[in-house]
């Protein structure tokens, strides 16, 4: 089964940007894995961030932005605050059949 | 507004059968387009991706789970359902549920999770 691999950690200054990424054992990752990017908050569930490698939620922060970079999926943050300390998930699609999470990426804003 | 809601018992035997419900309220769950979802989260570790059953009723299932997963649905009660059989103890986390619109709208709607411990 594809392993996908995030960073486990990183830091950002407050009003830093930073990128995270996804990447998959089998490969580039291309639209067509559909990445999903997922912020999550000690004792809360996920709350999606992106969907379709780019696409926002309403309540998705516009300093938040989705793409490809690299062969990988990238999640940036620009403009840092401390509310966006928490663990950032990605999400890829294999064949439309099931997917795969990556193992997070642990966010400080220090 | 939809709302998700896990149920089910929060305690079960080794080699016994997981058995969760979710509700849906708010929406209708034979509306189309959606993939109703199951995730969960080991305590203290990341996501995995179970399954999700489309309102078709085709489901799909993580490889690594398919012999011992079943997600069906319930369009009368609007309710969808996780059995995961032969448990052990690395069965034992949180499980969501989740509405996954696909590229239209991605996973909008999640459940508040509901922790499941396997042990004798």
């Known amino acids: 089964q594809a392993v996908v691999t995030q960073e486990p950690s990183l830091t950002v200054s407050p009003g830093g940007t930073v990128t995270l990424t996804c990447g998959s054992s089998t490969g580039a990752v291309t639209s067509g894995h559909y990445p999903y990017w997922f912020q999550q908050k000690p004792g809360q569930a996920p709350r999606t961030l992106i969907y379709?490698?780019?696409n926002k939620h309403s309540w998705t922060p516009a300093r938040f932005s989705g793409s490809l970079l690299g062969g990988k999926a990238a999640l940036t943050l620009s403009g840092a605050q401390p509310e966006d300390e928490a663990e950032y998930y990605c999400l890829l699609s294999y064949s439309g059949a099931f997917w795969v999470f990556g193992g997070g990426t642990k966010l400080t804003v220090l | 507004q939809v709302q998700l809601q896990e149920s089910g018992p929060g305690l079960v035997k080794p080699s016994q059968t997981l058995s969760l419900t979710c509700t849906v309220s708010g929406g209708s769950i034979s509306s189309g387009g959606y993939y109703w979802s199951w995730i969960r989260q080991h305590p203290g570790k990341g996501l995995e991706w179970i399954g999700y059953?489309?309102?078709?009723?085709?489901?799909y299932y993580n490889p690594s789970l398919k012999s011992r997963v079943t997600i069906s649905v319930d369009t009368s009660k609007n309710q969808f359902s996780l059995k995961l059989s032969s448990v052990t103890a690395a069965d034992t986390a949180v499980y969501y549920c989740?509405?996954?619109?696909?590229?239209?709208?991605?996973?909008?709607?999640w459940g508040q999770g509901t922790l499941v411990t396997v042990s004798s």
């Open positions: 379709d490698t780019s």
């Open positions: 989740a509405r996954d619109g696909g590229i239209l709208t991605g996973y909008d709607y």
């Open positions: 059953i489309y309102y078709s009723g085709s489901t």
